[in-house]
């Protein structure tokens, strides 16, 4: 009787966990490259690294004071235009005990260390799958397909104080929150992202183009 064969330790394996929050039929309509990077799963303790280029950073006066605040909390929204045409790096490592992934999104600047961003993603809430940042703070996020691009749009931000969840309020939140990854193709991908303010506009968007990780 032949042996079956013992998969590979540091080999992906299957997600089916963003698949099943967007439907089957919107997969489907997703770009093969989209589906393959967003259908495999890291063993615990490994992760895969995408490596690239910032092309695009805007933001308006409200978009400056609120990234320059925001660093007291860590800086998890970009914040110097100076990255501009330089080295981004993202690194997705799976988090076994929290059911989710840790991103790390690291810019490189004009001057000084590059800017590192951390998050964790979950796979839990109402809408199935939030963003946290630390000190308590998260977002609800919903999983769309829109022209062959997958989007991850804020829903709503929450605070988490003393076991107690606290949605914020729409008028003091940051703003509605779209994160977008376009298939380029010959395993090339543009993430972008875009905050937008109901009463201060287009407060801050960037884009930045990566290489598949190799395997």
């Given at each position: 009787?032949?042996?079956?064969p013992?998969?590979?330790?540091?080999?992906?394996?299957?997600?089916?966990?963003?698949?099943?929050?967007?439907?089957?039929?919107s997969?489907?309509?997703?770009?093969?490259?989209?589906?393959?990077?967003?259908?495999?799963?890291?063993?615990g303790?490994?992760?895969?690294?995408?490596?690239?280029v910032?092309?695009?950073?805007?933001?308006?006066?409200?978009?400056?004071a609120?990234?320059?605040?925001?660093?007291?909390?860590?800086?998890?929204?970009?914040?110097?235009?100076?990255?501009?045409?330089?080295?981004?790096v993202?690194?997705?490592?799976e988090?076994i005990?929290?059911?989710?992934?840790?991103?790390?999104?690291?810019?490189?600047?004009?001057?000084?260390?590059?800017q590192?961003?951390?998050?964790?993603?979950?796979?839990?809430?109402?809408?199935g799958?939030?963003?946290?940042?630390?000190?308590?703070i998260?977002?609800?996020?919903?999983?769309?397909?829109?022209?062959?691009?997958?989007?991850f749009?804020?829903?709503?931000?929450?605070?988490?104080?003393?076991?107690?969840?606290?949605?914020?309020?729409?008028?003091?939140?940051p703003?509605?929150?779209?994160?977008?990854?376009?298939?380029?193709?010959?395993?090339?991908?543009?993430?972008?992202?875009?905050?937008?303010?109901?009463?201060?506009?287009?407060?801050?968007?960037?884009?930045?183009?990566?290489?598949d990780?190799?395997?």
């Open positions: 009787m032949q042996a079956r013992v998969p590979h330790p540091d080999l992906p394996l299957a997600d089916h966990r963003f698949s099943d929050l967007l439907g089957q039929e997969w489907m309509k997703l770009p093969a490259a989209v589906r393959r990077r967003f259908g495999k799963r890291v063993r303790g490994a992760s895969v690294a995408y490596q690239g910032v092309t695009h950073m805007h933001m308006n006066w409200s978009g400056w609120l990234t320059q605040v925001t660093r007291l909390i860590g800086a998890p929204l970009p914040y110097d235009r100076s990255c501009v045409g330089k080295p981004a993202v690194i997705v490592t988090d005990a929290g059911n989710g992934q840790f991103w790390i999104r690291q810019y490189g600047r004009a001057s000084g260390f590059p590192m961003i951390h998050s964790s993603k979950r796979f839990a809430g109402v809408t799958i939030e963003e946290y940042i630390g000190y308590g998260g977002m609800a996020l919903r999983v769309v397909e829109e022209n062959g691009a997958l989007l749009k804020s829903d709503h931000y929450f605070l988490s104080v003393l076991g107690k969840r606290i949605k914020m309020p729409k008028l003091i939140a703003g509605q929150l779209t994160i977008g990854h376009h298939d380029l193709g010959a395993g090339r991908f543009r993430f972008s992202m875009q905050l937008r303010h109901v009463v201060f506009g287009n407060v801050l968007s960037q884009d930045a183009e990566f290489q990780a190799k395997e």
